[in-house]
């Protein structure tokens, strides 16, 4: 199975990220993670951190000429104002810092962690629940990217909704879709609701206001019988709402057809079963299950809708507080900020659906090389096209035992 873990504070040195359990032999280079990392830069109403956040990586563990040896893989993706800015400010040697916050933003993990941590300097907890860290979660949705796409599974995502302007879209984006949304100002496809959107980001950044939305993640080419519905923590719906909803500012997440199935009858509200003959594989005309039933996906598209609310750091700070040290009623402190973050989520949501997916993959399939891991599969797809079931008909004529 695939873990990781991430290390490091949005201003400190750097941030790590450790990834357990991919295989040997997959191809990773600087440059194509680097890629992944330069998408999650992407997006309108972006602040200017990302104009100059050039993510320099450093591959330090776990690949040799370009391949995975089967061991841990650590990744190091450097930050670079720590000489410029924070070296005193985030030293990990002994000492003070130069000014504390002491007013938490209301919506941010500041009181709370404070609270819980015993803190007298929001700094100590908002360095780490900062979505900078969601750069350090890219990197390892990277590596499971590259694993999964081994066995046929493309992953994408593109904006829905910032703000109150939303698209109608009823389809689906194919992985050809993909440049198409990288190259919008916002990643969204309906190229009407583009310009809207934008304007909507506009007249939010007029007034130092901020703006939430939500993203479609697609992932094309899963195979039926990731998950399992043997176990609540098994279901592949169940680990993909909770990896969707630890994304920084997400605040829901809906699968397949999701709050909008449970207003239709039952007649109107599944997926067909179809059986093709030509390949012997059933079909599923349509996606409102998401792509999962019972915990299990069942072949089609998995797909989920994330939620990500409005920043909770203003340009323009009205939100009321209070000053932990004075206990008098503020204003909350101001971090730099973006006026809006959905179209970068929606590549961190692509990073924690890919690594689910590998996750299950290779529980599923197995093997301590990516030719062994791509074997297992095609001999599961083999097995699927003559023993579709695993319950024996009785012979024409014979009772079942049951009976």
């Known amino acids: 199975m695939l873990r990781y873990l991430t290390a490091g504070e ?14 040997a032999g997959l191809e990773v280079t600087v440059e194509q993670v680097g890629a992944e990392l330069a998408r999650r830069r992407l997006g309108y109403g972006r602040g200017p951190r990302m104009r ?6 450093v591959l330090l563990a776990g690949i ?33 810092p130069t000014k504390k916050l002491t007013k938490p933003r209301p919506g941010h993990a500041d009181l709370a962690g404070m609270l819980k941590y015993g803190f007298d300097d929001a700094r100590d907890v908002l360095e780490r629940a900062s979505a900078r860290e969601t750069a350090a979660r890219v990197v390892a949705g990277a590596l499971a990217k590259a694993l999964v796409a081994q066995i046929g599974i493309q992953i994408l995502s593109h904006v829905v909704q910032i703000g109150e302007v ?9 992985p050809s879709d993909l440049n198409r949304i990288d190259d919008s100002e916002v990643r969204c496809l309906d190229k009407e609701v583009e310009g809207r959107m934008i304007a909507e980001i506009k007249a939010a950044a007029k007034v130092g206001d901020s703006l939430g939305g939500s993203v479609e993640v697609v992932a094309h ?13 098994r279901k592949l719906d169940s680990q993909l709402a909770g990896a969707l909803m630890s994304i ?3 605040k829901a997440v809906s699968i397949g057809a999701g709050i909008e199935v449970a207003r239709r009858h039952g007649s109107d509200a599944h997926d067909a079963i179809q ?49 932990t ?49 791509v074997r297992n599969w095609q001999g599961f797809g083999d097995h699927l096209t003559t023993a579709p079931s695993a319950v024996t008909q009785p012979n024409a004529g014979e009772p079942a035992e049951n009976e």
């Open 275 to 323: 059986f093709d003959p030509a390949t012997g594989q059933y079909l599923r005309p349509t996606w409102l299950s998401g792509g999962i039933e019972g915990g299990i996906s069942n072949g089609a598209p998995v797909v989920a809708e994330v939620w990500m609310k409005p920043l909770a750091t203003l340009n323009r700070p009205v939100l009321e507080t209070v000053d």
């Open 248 to 250: 920084q500012a997400v």
């Open 64 to 96: 040799r000429h370009g391949r995975t040896l089967g061991s841990p893989v650590a990744i190091e993706i450097k930050n670079s104002e720590w000489e410029r800015k924070w070296t005193e400010e985030m030293s990990p040697a002994p000492g003070y």
């Open 221 to 233: 080419g899963v195979p039926v019988g990731l998950g399992s519905h043997v176990h609540w923590d």
């Open 52 to 57: 100059f956040e050039a993510d320099e990586l």
């Open 325 to 373: 040290v004075t206990k008098e009623s503020a204003l909350s402190f101001k971090e730099r900020t973006d006026v809006v973050a959905v179209p970068a989520m929606g590549v961190v949501a692509e990073a924690m659906v890919a690594l689910v997916l590998a996750n299950e993959a290779t529980r599923k399939f197995g093997g301590d090389s990516v030719a062994e891991f």
């Open 10 to 23: 949005s201003h400190g040195q750097s941030l790590v990220v450790i990834v357990e359990g991919l295989p």
């Open 166 to 174: 939303k698209s109608e879209r009823s389809s689906i984006p194919s």
